[in-house]
T-cell receptor, first 116, second 110 residues
């Protein structure tokens, strides 16, 4: 597609349930990033993929969070046993490459996650 | 702890004026610098990137970088009401994650 695509756009779920968020990056982009943005807060880095590998997972807040990427394309972010503090907008970005840092990251529209 | 600092604002300017947005960063090893615009309820949209000291102009936007002072700024000339948004400064050291500031809210009045 033309841009980064994320689904669902909105997700409401009960505390304790598992959720899966999906990201389809720009075609040809090898690097993929997950961030989250809580109300009134800045964007917080979660994880970075180069191809199917995740060389930087340093931003994942707990072991309830995991992510994978298959075929060098689509990525899913899974949150197990959701907590109310997980409520945020989860943003996915992709860039042509991840090395060197000069490639700009382009963002999807995000998934707004609300935990009841 | 790598940090990127921005004044939260709001920065209010009249239509047609120059808006000046500032950002400082803590990591001297930072190599790439980006400005994103984020409208309320929308995702960040890249508007400028800068990698070398000096100025870079693109239309009404000028990014300025001073690595010695660890300072990057964005000037918006001939500000329009449609420029009203939150502007995010983002810094990258050597690939991988962008470190974002919390953003400056700009309000342009007609």
């Amino acid at each position: 597609g033309a841009g980064v695509s994320q689904s669902p756009s909105n997700k409401v779920t009960e505390k304790g349930k598992d959720v899966e968020l999906r990201c389809d990056p720009i075609s040809g982009h090898t690097a993929l990033y997950w961030y989250r943005q809580s109300l009134g807060q800045g964007l917080e880095f979660l994880i970075y993929f180069q191809g199917n590998s995740a060389p930087d997972k340093s931003g994942l807040p707990s072991d309830r969070f995991s992510a994978e990427r298959t075929g060098g394309s689509v990525s899913t972010l899974t949150i197990q046993r959701t907590q109310q503090e997980d409520s945020a907008v989860y943003l996915c970005a992709s860039s042509l490459t991840g090395t060197g840092g000069r490639q700009p990251q382009h963002f999807g529209d995000g998934t707004r996650l609300s935990i009841l | 702890q790598k940090e990127v600092e921005q004044n939260s604002g709001p920065l209010s300017v009249p239509e047609g004026a120059i808006a000046s947005l500032n950002c400082t960063y803590s990591d001297r090893g930072s190599q790439s610098f980006f400005w994103y615009r984020q409208y309320s309820g929308k995702s960040p949209e890249l508007i400028m990137s800068i990698y070398s000291n000096g100025d870079k102009e693109d239309g009404r936007f000028t990014a300025q970088l001073n690595k010695a002072s660890q300072y990057v700024s964005l000037l918006i000339r001939d500000s329009q009401p449609s420029d009203s948004a939150t502007y995010l400064c983002a810094v990258n050291q050597a690939g991988t994650a962008l470190i974002f500031g919390k953003g400056t809210t700009l309000s342009v009045s007609s």
